[in-house]
């Protein structure tokens, strides 16, 4: 019988489940979308029961595929959203809801944290306060303290999913270090909470839950879950991680200095380290901690930037991204002077959530091959800028190649104009489900069945044609670059 791994994903989007072997081929998956409830602006969660049962189905459909030996199931990995928080009780039922890391209700507490000590928090936790776990804590224990006294312990979702799983009670339930970034109370170089920000901010430490390694053995599957599922009981479940971290990790992203884009949903940025140096400065790039303790993933993101690629194909030219690809590889850079803000949700990182998106510099002259590529050079200048910081803090480093993971990577147009923009080498990897992959191995590892992380990752890391810089088309958008964050400020406060 050869031990498979299951990992799950819980997603904004939805719940995915995903059965590995040990050369890591995927033997089953399952997906079920997610309920976001929304009932006005600004206001998004979670329901308990809905992660939960999201994951007790997935599991369910992965079991019946054809080929599944539920009894070669060897160990179990979640990961989930990062930048949300949730509260259980004693036993380790949840007491709140998930309260989403797009929810935005928190963000006069958000205030609040920077005004009293907003540099401190990035100096402690790595990331600066934004509509995180800190203000988020806040806003349950000022707005409904009834329910903040119920809360044993704040935790991630996938820290809930695993004690479920596994029985824990509140005591024993966690948070993994991948998340302290996003804490707004953890020493992340320390991995403790800070006494220091729990004591700025009256929050009891006693709800602060144990932190672990993602490649912790939190418990085991019980028998009432085995009941439910038809998981054989006493498979080890590991910790899990953070799902950006789990994905980065699974991407392969192992070795110092590279760059990393995640091209998906959000367009995130990222590298790998091994100094942990706080963003106090320019308060753009979060310090997430690798899996792997000792390193860390400087990154930073625009909330939906790959998603304004789509809101253009479906709602402004109505057809396919190939057609519009081919109209704009022969326009130059700048697109003859338009500039796109991809900031439809604010600007996450330096946080600015009073900018939206916007064309500015239209002219007739302009088709949809324009617009579309300035959307793709909008994002590519944004990354530019978390380059320049990151250059800044690490500057006895060379970041001058960087993978490309997502949809948005199967761009050749989209990779090269990146490869301009940043003036560095862009390679392509056809990764298939990183996280899932990263969380797979994870959990392989943490049950014993992996001697080496790289070795099972590197079997599914499929590298596509590297494209060059040009330094003419690099020097082109040296000016663009810069009037586009000029455009940031300008705009920041105008429309809705």
């Known amino acids: 019988m050869t031990p498979t791994v299951l990992a799950i994903d819980i997603g904004t989007q939805g719940t995915k489940a995903a059965l590995f072997d040990q050369n890591m081929n995927i033997v089953a998956t399952a997906f079920e979308p997610s309920r976001l409830i929304q009932p006005s602006p600004g206001t998004v969660w979670q329901e308990a029961d809905d992660l939960y049962g999201a994951c007790v189905r997935t599991i369910r459909e992965v079991l019946a595929q054809p080929g599944v030996d ?13 930048a949300g928080i949730m509260g259980v009780g004693d036993d380790g039922q949840a007491v709140t809801y998930y309260d989403s890391w797009l929810d935005n209700r928190c963000a006069p507490y958000m205030k609040r ?26 806003w349950w224990k000022h707005e409904h303290p009834e329910q903040y006294a119920k809360v044993a312990k704040f935790v991630l979702p996938h820290g809930y999913i695993t004690g479920r799983m596994a029985g824990l009670t509140g005591e024993e339930l966690y948070f993994d270090y991948t998340c302290l970034q996003y804490s707004g109370f953890g020493d992340n170089l320390q991995k403790t909470w800070s006494n220091e920000l729990l004591g700025l901010f009256d929050v009891d430490p006693k709800k602060m ?33 953070g799902d950006t971290a789990c994905s980065i990790f699974g991407s392969g992203l192992f070795d110092q200095d590279l760059l990393f884009d995640i091209a998906g949903t959000a367009s995130v940025m990222c590298s790998v380290v091994d100094q942990f140096v706080p963003d106090t400065e320019f308060e753009t790039l979060t310090m997430m901690r690798s899996p792997i303790d000792g390193f860390w993933f400087p990154l930073a993101y625009i909330n939906g930037g790959g998603l304004c690629l789509k809101w253009f ?19 130059q850079p ?56 990151l250059q800044k803090l690490y500057p006895q480093s060379r970041f001058d190649t960087m993978y490309a993971a997502g949809g948005g990577a199967k761009s050749a147009v989209f990779n090269q104009i990146k490869a301009d923009a940043l003036g560095v080498k862009v390679t392509p990897f056809v990764m298939g489900e990183a996280g899932l992959a990263g969380t797979a191995v994870i959990a392989g590892m943490g049950a014993g069945l992996f001697a080496d992380y790289r070795e099972p990752i590197q ?31 300008a705009l920041t406060g105008l429309g809705g």
């Open 70 to 82: 539920p009894a070669a199931i060897s160990a179990i990995g979640v990961d989930g959203q990062m």
């Open 209 to 241: 839950a144990r932190i672990v390694s993602p490649f912790d053995i939190v418990g085991k599957v019980t028998a009432a879950f085995s009941k439910e599922t038809g998981l054989p009981s006493g498979i080890p479940v590991v910790a899990g991680g």
């Open 113 to 138: 944290m920077r005004e009293k000590a907003g540099q401190r928090v990035t100096e402690i936790t790595g990331g600066p306060v934004t509509y995180t776990h800190g203000p988020k804590i806040l």
């Open 313 to 331: 194909r479906d709602q402004i030219a109505h057809t396919t991204y190939e057609a519009l690809e081919a109209e704009c590889v022969h326009i």
């Open 334 to 389: 700048g697109s003859d002077g338009l500039l796109f803000v991809p900031h439809f949700a604010g600007r996450v990182l330096p946080n600015n959530p009073d900018v939206k998106g916007s064309f500015i510099g239209l002219d007739w002259k302009h088709t949809d091959a324009h617009l579309f590529r300035a959307v793709m050079e909008g994002v590519a200048y944004e990354y530019r800028y978390y380059l320049s910081v």
């Open 459 to 489: 079997k599914i890391m499929r590298g596509g044609e590297s494209l060059e810089p040009d330094a003419a088309r690099h020097a082109a958008y040296a000016p663009y670059a810069q009037a586009y964050l000029r455009a940031i400020d």
